[in-house]
Structures are given as structure tokens and as C-alpha cells.
């Protein structure tokens, strides 16, 4: 990681030195040019077609959507609103969690290195429920999965709220 971000400064700062964290912004903006192929590389399915003359054209096949129309439907099953709704509340904690925990943290006395260890321990928790995930979401159900990862943001959300020493953000993560 380290050679990435020193190849980083050496590519990007030959026109002027890098201050503070413009090395992480610019490495992720470097990482992000591969991601941009790969979704490229997606392309809509062609079909082979064959003309008058016998010979086979390719004719990439399009669909058109209706925007009013997905959303007419969409309106239309409770489910499907309860679902984007609970994501929106998700996804609004998670930001809310990821951007300001380390202020949190800072307030309480944390350095760098108590956010660190946090950002560590929180990653090393997440990456088994990338293998779980899937058996919990069909054991339980996606509803019940998702109401669940509320209340865990609703914990979290408490624990920074009252805690006085910076390693109890580790409880949250």
C-alpha cells in the first residue's frame, strides 16, 4: 500500500508538492480509471441478424425504459418502497458513521492511531459478513436483514454518543 501511495506522490506531485491529503484523493482517483474499463467492458447484448442477401449482421439490441413508468409501478408495491426507504436510512447512517466517528473519536481525546486501529477492527469485522451474508439474508429474509442492520446503526450511533474513551468506538466498529 505504501508503494502505491509513494508511486502516487511521484506520478502526481512532479508538478508541485502534495500537501496534507491530496496523495489519498489523488490515489483514489487513480484507482478509479481500472474501474472505468472493467465498466466499460459491459456492453448490451448483440444478436445476429441475417438480411435479405443472406449475410449476418450484428444488431446490438436495446431497451428503452420509461422512468414514469418504473416509478408509477414502483409506487405501486409497498414492499418495494419500505425496501428503498430502509436502504436510504441505511445508506444515510453509514455516512453519517463513516465521516463523522473519527471527529467523535477526536473529541474524546482519540489520535490518529486510536482512529487507525478502529478503521482496522472495522474492517476486519466487515469482511466476514461479506461471507454471510448471503445464507443470513435466506435464512432470515432481505426485510428482516435490513431492519436488523438499522437497529445496528442505532447502536452505534448511541455508543458515540456516550462514549467517554476513545477505544469505546470499538464496540461500534
Not at 107 to 135: K, Y
Not at 153 to 165: E, G, P, S
Amino acid at each position: 500500500n505504501s508503494a502505491l501511495i509513494e508511486m502516487t506522490r511521484e506520478l502526481l506531485g512532479k508538478t508541485r508538492p502534495l500537501k496534507g491529503y491530496e496523495w489519498a484523493f489523488l490515489t483514489h482517483a487513480v484507482l478509479s480509471i481500472p474501474v472505468y474499463f472493467c465498466i466499460r467492458a459491459f456492453r448490451p447484448e448483440t444478436t445476429l441478424q441475417t438480411t435479405k442477401n443472406g449475410r449476418n449482421n450484428e444488431v446490438t439490441e436495446r431497451k428503452t425504459t420509461n422512468i414514469m413508468d418504473g416509478l408509477r409501478i414502483l409506487s405501486k408495491n409497498s414492499d418495494a418502497l419500505i425496501f428503498f426507504f430502509l436502504v436510504f436510512v441505511i445508506g444515510t447512517s453509514s455516512g453519517c458513521i463513516e465521516n463523522f466517528a473519527y471527529v467523535r473519536i477526536g473529541e474524546v481525546g482519540g489520535t490518529g492511531h486510536n482512529m487507525g486501529i478502529c478503521r482496522l477492527i472495522s474492517s476486519l469485522a466487515g469482511a466476514p459478513m461479506f461471507w454471510f451474508s448471503g445464507p443470513l439474508t435466506e435464512a432470515l429474509g432481505v426485510d428482516v436483514v435490513l431492519v436488523l442492520s438499522l437497529l445496528a446503526y442505532v447502536i452505534r450511533f448511541l455508543n458515540y454518543a456516550f462514549m467517554k474513551h476513545p477505544y469505546h468506538a470499538l464496540l461500534a466498529e
